[in-house]
């Protein structure tokens, strides 16, 4: 009895020793097309129109709001992320839809978001819990392109806030611009918003103390490609550098820790298009807000897939196959990783 009462004194005492933290939970989600029924006489929108090709209802509209709401509700197994960014949405008014007409009221989200020059106007934006990340301000920047200077394409948004420890957090949200036309012959317009974001990095460092960077989105490339690998110099985990805090490690370029081959199907081959990628300030154990070991995942619940008929296996559920109207999710998966944030500073 005296063993076990010794034994429980220092468990108790080893426990009041160590630092309180808090999960903070980050989800990524290109969410495919996620339009309202509204013409937008500026931009190239009539597909997703009620009288448009897909016959775009505001019922097919808004049973897809809810599925997009279930899957960051699902993301977040007791609680929802601290922090969702998300691809392919196209205005506030969807933004404000998804966050009150749907069960994620209840968690009293606010968001930010881009309204750049896509031609089809479709954006990225970000969710916030706000007693988790306060925030404070927030940019977005237009890809600065290298051979087509009024190109037009989805703007970068950066948002940056405090999180419960009191430290900054500098958050980039990316839709880097698509593989229409070739992956190759597309691939200059990629290397521009690499750069883009590079230049932005670097300025960080530049003027923080501290600096604490995440990045997300949808790369449209591979951790291996150029883009990410050579000009955005994001390399993965195992090539941790810890002598250098300004280095930006990419969670997602290692495929023997990942749960799933890849978060986007395209003709049968999965790929990792959609990436989380930190400063190497956020994976330093010693730091008040760092990666949970273990927690970087694709997430890939079964309801979230279907029969691939036409290349075997699985791919994801998505609200048109082709043309053909299924009612599920988004042609991405999702990415989640946690942070652990000391809540005392």
């Not at 604490?212 to 449209?220: C, E, P, S, T, V």
Request: charged share 25%; aromatic share 12%; hydrophobic share 35%.
């Amino acid at each position: 009895m005296l063993k076990i009462l010794t034994m429980t004194f220092f468990l108790l005492l080893a426990s009041l020793s160590l630092p309180a933290q808090q999960l903070f939970r980050v989800m990524s989600y290109n969410v495919e097309n996620l339009f309202d029924t509204e013409d937008n006489p500026d931009k190239a929108d009539e597909e997703f129109l009620p009288s448009g090709n897909r016959h775009w209802t505001k019922g097919r509209y808004y049973h897809k709001l809810q599925q997009i709401a279930r899957v960051i509700s699902a993301a977040g197994e007791w609680d929802t992320p601290a922090l969702v960014g998300l691809c392919e949405v196209e205005n506030d008014s969807v933004m404000f839809h998804l966050l009150h007409r749907t069960p994620l009221k209840q968690q009293h989200y606010r968001y930010c978001m881009t309204h750049g020059e896509d031609t089809r106007g479709i954006n990225v934006a970000l969710l916030y819990q706000r007693d988790k990340f306060r925030y404070i301000g927030q940019k977005e920047y237009p890809v600065r392109f290298s051979r087509e200077k009024h190109k037009h394409t989805r703007n970068i948004l950066h948002v940056w806030g405090e999180v419960i420890s009191g430290n900054l957090l500098d958050v980039f949200v990316c839709h880097f611009p698509s593989r229409y036309g070739g992956e190759k012959e597309s691939e200059n317009d990629r290397f521009d918003a690499a750069r883009t974001l590079r230049i932005l990095c670097d300025s960080l460092q530049k003027i923080r103390i501290f600096p604490q960077i995440l990045i997300m989105g949808d790369f449209n490339d591979t951790p291996e490609n150029e883009s990410i690998r050579r000009i955005l110099s994001a390399v993965p985990l195992s090539e941790q550098d810890n002598s250098s805090s300004s280095a930006l490690y990419n969670l997602f370029a290692d495929p023997h820790i990942l749960n799933h081959h890849g978060s986007h199907k395209y003709q049968g081959e999965w790929s990792q298009l959609d990436q989380i990628i930190v400063s190497g300030n956020l994976v330093d154990k010693a730091t008040s807000m760092h990666i949970k070991t273990g927690s970087i995942r694709i997430f890939a619940p079964d309801f979230l897939f279907t029969n691939d008929k036409t290349w075997r296996g699985k791919r994801t559920l998505r609200t048109f196959y082709g043309f053909k109207y299924e009612g599920g999710y988004s042609d991405h998966l999702p990415l989640i990783v946690d942070f652990f944030v000391s809540l005392s500073h």
